[in-house]
T-cell receptor, first 113, second 117 residues
Framework: GESVGLHLPTLSVQEGDNSIINCAYS??????FIWYKQESGKGPQFIID?????DKRQGQRVTVLLNKTVKHLSLQIAATQPGDSAVYFC????????????FGPGTSLSVIP | DAGVTQSPTHLIKTRGQQVTLRCSPK?????VSWYQQALGQGPQFIFQ???????QRGNFPDRFSGHQFPNYSSELNVNALLLGDSALYLC????????????????FGEGSRLTVL
C-alpha cells in the first residue's frame, strides 16, 4: 500500500549543529509534503510544507528539500537547539481539499547540550 | 483564540466496551480529522468529517464511527473494544475551501489516551 517512511528512527545532534531528517515516500500523486513536530505529551505541530512543483522551501531555521526523482524528502534544521528535541514526522497529502494527510513512522531527534 | 480541545484526556476501558471521544475544532475551522497513534508510531488516519458528513476514511473497521455536529465539533465512537485499540487518539482541525487547493496544515489537539484492559 501507499506509505510514507523514514530512513532513520533516531538522530542525536550536538546543540548548535545542523540536523537533517530524511524521509522516503511512495505515492507519486501526492501534491503536498509536510513536516510535523511532536513533543512528548502533545499533538503534532505543523512545521513547514512544500508543494510537489517545488524542490526547496525555507522557513525560520528550517529548510525542506524535495527530490521527486528518487521520492525523497528532507528537513534541515539550522543551529539545532534543545527545544528542537522531539519526534519529527513527514506526511503527504493529495491535491484535492478532501485528501487525507498520511503520516510516516517518525524520527526521534535528541539534542545534546 | 482556543485551539483544538479534546476530552477526556485519559480513560481506561475493558475489552468489549464502547467509548466516545470528543473534539472541538480550532475557532474558524470547519473540518475535523481523527487519527490513531500507537506508541512509537506515526498517526494513522481514521476518518475526516466536513459538513457533518464523513468525507474520507482510512483502513479502520466499522467499529470505528464518528459524527460531526452543526457547530463543527466531532465525536469518535469505538465499539467492541479490543486490546489493540489502546492508543492516543488525536483530533485535527482545518478549514476547507471547496475548489481551492489546500496545504497539509492540520491543527492537532493533545489527544485522548485510551487504555483497553
Amino acid at each position: 500500500g501507499e506509505s510514507v517512511g523514514l530512513h532513520l528512527p533516531t538522530l542525536s545532534v550536538q546543540e548548535g549543529d545542523n540536523s537533517i531528517i530524511n524521509c522516503a515516500y511512495s505515492n507519486s500523486a501526492s501534491d503536498y509534503f509536510i513536516w510535523y513536530k511532536q513533543e512528548s505529551g502533545k499533538g503534532p505541530q505543523f512545521i513547514i510544507d512544500i508543494r510537489s512543483n517545488m524542490d526547496k522551501r525555507q522557513g525560520q531555521r528550517v529548510t525542506v528539500l524535495l527530490n521527486k526523482t528518487v521520492k525523497h524528502l528532507s528537513l534541515q534544521i539550522a543551529a539545532t537547539q534543545p527545544g528542537d528535541s522531539a519526534v519529527y514526522f513527514c506526511a503527504e497529502k493529495g491535491e484535492t481539499s478532501y485528501d487525507k494527510v498520511i503520516f510516516g513512522p517518525g524520527t526521534s531527534l535528541s539534542v545534546i547540550p | 483564540d482556543a485551539g483544538v480541545t479534546q476530552s477526556p484526556t485519559h480513560l481506561i476501558k475493558t475489552r468489549g466496551q464502547q467509548v466516545t471521544l470528543r473534539c472541538s475544532p480550532k475557532s474558524g475551522h470547519d473540518t475535523v480529522s481523527w487519527y490513531q497513534q500507537a506508541l512509537g508510531q506515526g498517526p494513522q488516519f481514521i476518518f475526516q468529517y466536513y459538513e457533518e458528513e464523513e468525507r474520507q476514511r482510512g483502513n479502520f473497521p466499522d467499529r470505528f464511527s464518528g459524527h460531526q455536529f452543526p457547530n463543527y465539533s466531532s465525536e469518535l465512537n469505538v465499539n467492541a473494544l479490543l486490546l489493540g485499540d489502546s492508543a492516543l487518539y488525536l483530533c485535527a482541525s482545518s478549514f476547507l475551501t471547496s475548489g481551492v487547493l489546500t496545504t497539509g496544515e492540520l491543527f492537532f489537539g493533545e489527544g485522548s489516551r485510551l487504555t483497553v484492559l
